[in-house]
Every structure is written in structure tokens, then in C-alpha cells.
């Protein structure tokens, strides 16, 4: 699923439409995403390539800076929001849809060494702090991750998952009562 080095810096608008210059200078899971797409931007044109290799060394720096870690050759949907920084790494593989929350500590990737495919997560989805999404699965539209689930199956649009492993609840059972 290869996309030109254009759409994917056209993301930025969506990254960031109706952010404050504040927020963008004062958060760095905003550093993250915005070091994601010029990565990603240089990998995927085959005439900036090379210029890639010039920029990996701030790539890496900012990685290691806000300890989120996104591969220039994962997909990344636009408005991706990282809420808290550090402990976040999302493989070469994955795919993310629009509109997407990550919280701090989640990992999205593949589940073995020698896998080269991660998860598929859809649009408008939340993962919360320490969650993990590993394998070749399909989150679908909407669904929440709650914290420190390991989901190693897919499941529909929609879903709650919480535990390790993951399973589905109702979104009433996923609350505390009053």
C-alpha cells in the first residue's frame, strides 16, 4: 500500500487542522508525527531516497528524544494524535487509519522476528497506555483498546477490547458503575 511522498506530507494538514502553534511546538508526540511524514515523505519518492539517508540521523535523534518510534514504512492515516509521550513504537508494516488516539507505552506491530506484516487498525480507533496490537489481525472503525491489552486476534468495527488476551465487552461492562 504505497503512497507518493506528496500525500503523505498533505497528511500534515489533517495532523494538524485547528491545532494551536502552541501544541504543536509544546508536544512531542506532535515532533513524532511530524518526523513520521518527512521520513515516510523521503522513503516513499524514489528521487528523495537518497536524501533519506541525510535526514535518518534526525529521524533517529527525535525517536530517541520523545521515545516514540514510527518506521518511515508503516501507513499512517491523517490526524494520527499521540497523547502522551514515550514508549511508543509502531513497526514497518502496519497500517493505521484516520483519525487515530494513541496513548503512552502502546506498541503496534508484528508478532514474530521474521514477520514483515503488522496490524491493520482502522479509522477513528483508540488505544490506550501500554496496549499492545501485534500480528497480521484488522482492527476495525472505532474500536478502543483498553490499557494494557495484547490483542492478537481481529475483531469488527465497534469493538471494546480489554484484558490479555483481548477480548470483546460491551461498552456498558467496560465502565465502572456509578
Not at 508526540?29 to 518526523?35: C, M, P
Not at 496496549?131 to 494494557?148: E, W
Request: charged residues 15%.
Amino acid at each position: 500500500m504505497s503512497e507518493s511522498a506528496g500525500a503523505e506530507l498533505r497528511k500534515l494538514r489533517d495532523d494538524f487542522r485547528g491545532v494551536s502553534l502552541f501544541r504543536i511546538v509544546a508536544q512531542p508526540g506532535d515532533w513524532a508525527v511530524v518526523n513520521h511524514r518527512i521520513a515516510a515523505a523521503l522513503v516513499r519518492s524514489r528521487p528523495l531516497r537518497l536524501v533519506y539517508w541525510l535526514y535518518a540521523p534526525l529521524w533517529r535523534l527525535l525517536t530517541l528524544v520523545t521515545g516514540i518510534e514510527i518506521s518511515p514504512r508503516a501507513t499512517i492515516g491523517g490526524g494520527l494524535r499521540i497523547v502522551h509521550w514515550g514508549q511508543i513504537f509502531i513497526s514497518a508494516g502496519s497500517t493505521i487509519g484516520a483519525r487515530c488516539m494513541l496513548l503512552n507505552g502502546v506498541t503496534v506491530g508484528t508478532a514474530a522476528f521474521d514477520d514483515s506484516t503488522g496490524p491493520t487498525i482502522g479509522d477513528d480507533v483508540r488505544i490506550g497506555a501500554g496496549a499492545r496490537v501485534l500480528g497480521q489481525i484488522t482492527l476495525g472503525d472505532g474500536c478502543v483498546v483498553g490499557a494494557n491489552a495484547v490483542v492478537r486476534h481481529s475483531f469488527p468495527a465497534g469493538q471494546t477490547l480489554v484484558g490479555a488476551p483481548a477480548r470483546a465487552v460491551t461498552r456498558s461492562a467496560a465502565l465502572p458503575p456509578d
